[in-house]
């Protein structure tokens, strides 16, 4: 897998600063509702990190509306239909993002309701989940962790991207996920998040990261 690092300006910073300088950053967009992906996969620690701003937005007025996509896989039959290691299907089949179009982002977006599912499906189980719907506030922030985010259409405001050298990702995913890693490189070299993140995190060592605001917003 070829590393695919697009030359940025990073600012090294603690845990607690990163959590707290993008709930800022956040708090400063000119945005109703903002709808933010925190791109990156589960086992570099994407969830924790969204999960940190989180906690970071109620002092600023703001609620947290964290989502996960692995709660919105699709069935096992669909997309483990050409198999289990398929990369196009990885990269474009596994999220429902049909539905999390239609449950999340078109609630939490421009005139929507504010009335939201926060999960469909059980990865474990691959069973619906039976949640009832919840209300957002106008200050909510819609918090969404993932890989792959770029690839999948969704209409988020503005991207957080987790770079992590070739190397580290090796290390983190389990000997039944490393056949993942092709598809980490196809995203990075076909979907450029590194250049089209609003904000770009180097993410190797979690307790020692670094960012970057080189990026545009999405």
Known sequence: MADR????RFVPLTPARLAADLAGWINGLDLA???IGIDGPAE???AEL???IAAELPPLGRSAVRVSTVWWWRPASLRLEFGK???????????DNAALRRELFDPLGPGGTGRYLRRLRDPLTDRSVREDRMQANDQAVLLLDGPFLRA???PLDAIVHLQVSAGTLARSLAPDRQWWLPAFDRYLGEDQP???AAVVVAYDHPAAPAVSWAGRPS
């Open 5 to 8: 690092v697009v030359p940025v």
């Open 33 to 35: 509702r903002p709808r």
């Open 44 to 46: 570099i620690g994407t």
């Open 50 to 52: 969204a999960d940190a």
């Open 85 to 95: 290691t398929d990369v196009d299907m990885l990269l474009s089949g596994w999220v």
């Open 152 to 154: 999948g259409g969704l």
């Open 194 to 196: 590194v250049k089209s």
